[in-house]
């Protein structure tokens, strides 16, 4: 039951270099997102794809951008570091469930990227 | 203005204690809800679901109230091991909502 997996797990990068950091589903989920987590700011929403093909802006999109390869992949691009994007990253997909007709949403463990 | 809002805390409670948290959230044809409890450095996982009946698990409470536009959690008989962020979640099909989170303290 690997649920949802991000990797890598912590990464330390330098001003100005990229990254892309990797997240894979296998629910069969439709909607995929990045958020980024930071001390007493809770989890603001990067971007988010509803379905395979289609991504769109969240709440703090600046500095990111994202491809949603397929069903099952969202990765999320760090063009330039900044210092500014240091943070917890998780990965989270969801879907409406059959039972209950709510969307269920599950993580990632997270990436703790460091831009120096 | 978020749209969906969480007192931050901290809380800080004595072992047994009853504590409630609350979050506002803004648009009234909000469907969904849920608590997620996320402990330190780790991810953000599904407390409960939060229906319009209430919704009683064990020691934990949730409750929406539409006509004030808020959803609370109770936490009764507190224990140390209750101590976590707890999150609000505004859900749809299409987005996920998040409040800041109410970090909670369980004294011993």
């Known amino acids: 039951n690997a649920g949802v997996t991000q990797t890598p797990k912590f990464q330390v990068l330098k001003t100005g270099q990229s990254m892309t950091l990797q997240c894979a589903q296998d629910?069969?989920?439709?909607?995929m997102y990045w958020y980024r987590q930071d001390p007493g700011m809770g989890l603001r929403l990067i971007y988010y794809?509803?379905?395979?093909?289609?991504?769109d802006k969240g709440e703090v999109p600046n500095g990111y951008n994202v491809s949603r390869l397929n069903k099952r992949e969202f990765s999320l691009r760090l063009e330039s570091a900044a210092p500014s994007q240091t943070s917890v990253y998780f990965c989270?997909?969801?879907?409406?469930?059959?039972?209950?007709?709510?969307?269920?949403?599950?993580f990632g463990q997270g990436t703790r990227l460091t831009v120096v | 203005r978020k749209e969906v809002e969480q007192d931050p805390g901290p809380f800080n409670v004595p072992e047994g204690a009853t504590v409630a948290f609350n979050c506002t959230y803004s648009n009234s044809a909000s469907q969904s809800f849920f608590w997620y409890r996320q402990d330190c450095r780790k991810e953000p996982k599904l407390l409960m679901s939060?229906?319009?009946s209430g919704n009683e698990d064990g020691r934990f409470t949730a409750q929406l109230n539409r006509a004030s536009q808020y959803i609370s959690l109770l936490i009764r008989d507190s224990k140390l091991s209750d101590s976590a962020t707890y999150l609000c979640l505004e859900g749809s099909a299409r987005q996920l909502t998040f409040g800041s989170g109410t970090q909670l303290t369980v004294l011993p």
């Open positions: 989270a997909s969801s879907d409406v469930t059959i039972r209950t007709g709510d969307p269920e949403a599950f």
């Open positions: 629910m069969n989920h439709n909607s």
């Open positions: 794809s509803a379905s395979e093909g289609t991504t």
């Open positions: 939060v229906y319009s």
